[in-house]
Nanobody, 128 residues
Framework: LQIVESGGGLVQPGGSLRLSCALS????????IGWFRQAPGKEREGILC????????NSTGSVKGRFTISRNPAKNTVYLQMNNLQPENTGVYYC??????????????????????WGQGTQVTVSL
């Protein structure tokens, strides 16, 4: 399975970006897909995920209500829509796929160790 993220860039506070995560070599219905952020000097943290079997989603922390995850099975692509971006959202955003059943549990944390396949990451910088 290969994963390619795209859509990062520089945006002003309050702006929006949409990141894309394209899968090849496998189909969305077989994987939980997670979006992770790694801020400078910090550990990688899970922020949203979507289950492969039913498309149910989970989000964590401060992104609730501002970031959403969606899937387009026809394009084998997952999206991360980010609204009202703030400087603390700056970091490298990674998309990952996992085969474990508990990779994306509603109401639970999104754990790096549950995901097996990773993209190269895309930089998001929120600044004036």
């Amino acid at each position: 399975l290969q994963i390619v993220e795209s859509g990062g860039g520089l945006v002003q506070p309050g702006g929006s970006l949409r990141l894309s995560c394209a899968l090849s070599g496998g189909t969305l219905d077989r994987y939980a897909i997670g979006w992770f952020r790694q801020a400078p000097g910090k550990e990688r943290e899970g922020i949203l995920c979507a289950n492969g079997n039913d498309g149910s989603t989970n989000s964590t922390g401060s992104v609730k209500g501002r970031f959403t995850i969606s899937r387009n099975p026809a394009k084998n692509t997952v999206y991360l829509q980010m609204n009202n971006l703030q400087p603390e959202n700056t970091g490298v955003y990674y998309c990952a796929a996992g085969t474990e059943e508990d990779g994306c549990v509603i109401g639970a944390g999104i754990q790096v160790v549950k995901y097996d396949y990773w993209g190269q990451g895309t930089q998001v910088t929120v600044s004036l």
